[in-house]
């Protein structure tokens, strides 16, 4: 069974920032496409990033550029999002994903595997 586990969430301050980590298997790592989706309450799961399984082509939502940068480090299998210049509105419950193969798509449905999230507080 594939496992993504997510870390790094927390409470900061508005234009602080945040590195959040997803760890899962060497196999899934090397060969899946993986991304960042975000979800607040009472709103839909939304894209934040995505880098394809190559590491080579990254995507990320058009307001969050320049923001966010999202990475992966090959040696510890853990896929990275930093977070800078957090705003309130970035607060939600942030879920990494995964799926064989692929660029690393904005779409939700795309992907076969999520982590349970780790929750991103930001207080103004």
């Known amino acids: 069974q594939v496992q993504l586990v997510e870390s790094g969430g927390g409470l900061v301050q508005a234009g602080g920032s945040l590195r959040l980590s997803c760890a899962t298997s060497?196999?899934?790592?090397?060969?899946?496409?993986m991304g960042w989706f975000r979800q607040a309450p009472g709103r839909k799961r939304e894209f934040v990033a995505a880098v394809s399984w190559t590491g080579g082509t990254t995507t990320y939502a058009d307001s969050l550029k320049g923001r966010f940068n999202i990475s992966k480090d090959s040696a510890k299998n853990t896929l990275y999002l930093q977070m800078n210049g957090l705003k309130p509105e970035d607060a939600a419950v942030y879920y990494c994903?995964?799926?064989?193969?692929?660029?690393?798509?904005?779409?939700?449905?795309?992907?076969?595997?999520w982590g349970q999230g780790t929750q991103v507080t930001v207080s103004s």
């Open positions: 060497e196999d899934i790592f090397k060969r899946s496409a």
């Open positions: 994903a995964s799926v064989v193969g692929g660029l690393g798509s904005k779409w939700a449905s795309e992907y076969d595997y």
